[in-house]
Structure formats: structure tokens, C-alpha cells
């Protein structure tokens, strides 16, 4: 059997992995005992900053969600994929910071201009009945780590 190793990813490796954005997991803490609320999503990464944005989308029968997204939880992101080099991920942790337009300042609109979010369509319901809210995370911690080679 192989013995797959990973060593820790430095700083300019996770910013070349994360690259301007792209897609992963989210998942928000529970209100109570149960499971995360947990879902895909689509990524901006500003390696100038190191933070993360988000475009979330909540439907007209989405108010548990709605509610998760007004409530001040933590959340953990990872992204991973297979590389040539092997496998690689990024988890980053914190809270997320809702984006409206009187609280854009300067400095997220750099940051916006940076990064790219890609439109991934996993709606249940049409786009254009969606309200998107944007929001960043600034993290606590950002951990990377990628596979290291293989033993015999």
C-alpha cells in the first residue's frame, strides 16, 4: 500500500494554488448539536490582503439560510484539487464580513477588482429570482498542505 505524505504549504504556495478565485466548501458552525450547514461555493482570493470573497446566493425559500447568513458564525472554507504535483488544499477559518454597498470602501473595491468569482450554477431556482449578497473573509487561520511524494 501507499504511503502518501504531505508537508505544509508556504505562504507563496497557497497564493499560487488559490490563484484569483475558484470553487470549494463552506461551512458554517451550527446553531445547536447538529450538522454544519455545509454547501459549494464559488471564490475570490486577494493574495495582497489574504482574504477570501464570496457571492452567496438565497432564493425565496431559502430562510434557514437566510438566517445563517444574518447570524455572526464561524466558518471554515477548503478548496483542493489534483495538481501535476499531486493534491493540494487550503482551509481558511473565521467569520465572514457581509459586503453592502454603504459599507464598500476603497480598499474592497481594489480588493473586488482583483479577484474573480466564478458563476457556478448549483441554484434550485433562477438566477434572477436570487438575491446575491457578497461578504469577505479576513482569516484567522489559513492552513495549506500538499502531497509530499510517495513511499513503497
Do not use: C
Not at 63 to 73: N, S, Y
Not at 96 to 121: C, G, H, N, W, Y
Amino acid at each position: 500500500m501507499e504511503d502518501i505524505r504531505s508537508v505544509r504549504m508556504s505562504k507563496e504556495e497557497q497564493d499560487e494554488f488559490l490563484g484569483s478565485g475558484g470553487t470549494g466548501v463552506i461551512s458554517f458552525t451550527p446553531p445547536s448539536d447538529g450538522p454544519p450547514y455545509t454547501r459549494p461555493i464559488s471564490y475570490g482570493y486577494d493574495p495582497d490582503t489574504g482574504n477570501f470573497y464570496f457571492r452567496l446566493a438565497v432564493g425565496p425559500e431559502d430562510a434557514g439560510k437566510r438566517d445563517i447568513l444574518d447570524e455572526d458564525r464561524e466558518i471554515a472554507f477548503v478548496t483542493y484539487d489534483e495538481t501535476d504535483r499531486g493534491w493540494r488544499s487550503v482551509i481558511a477559518t473565521g467569520r465572514l464580513d457581509e459586503i453592502t454597498k454603504s459599507a464598500l470602501d476603497p480598499d474592497v473595491t481594489e480588493a473586488m477588482q482583483r479577484v474573480r468569482i466564478p458563476f457556478v450554477d448549483v441554484y434550485d431556482s433562477h438566477p434572477l429570482t436570487l438575491d446575491f449578497r457578497f461578504f469577505r473573509l479576513t482569516p484567522d487561520e489559513v492552513t495549506g498542505q500538499q502531497e509530499a511524494g510517495t513511499e513503497d
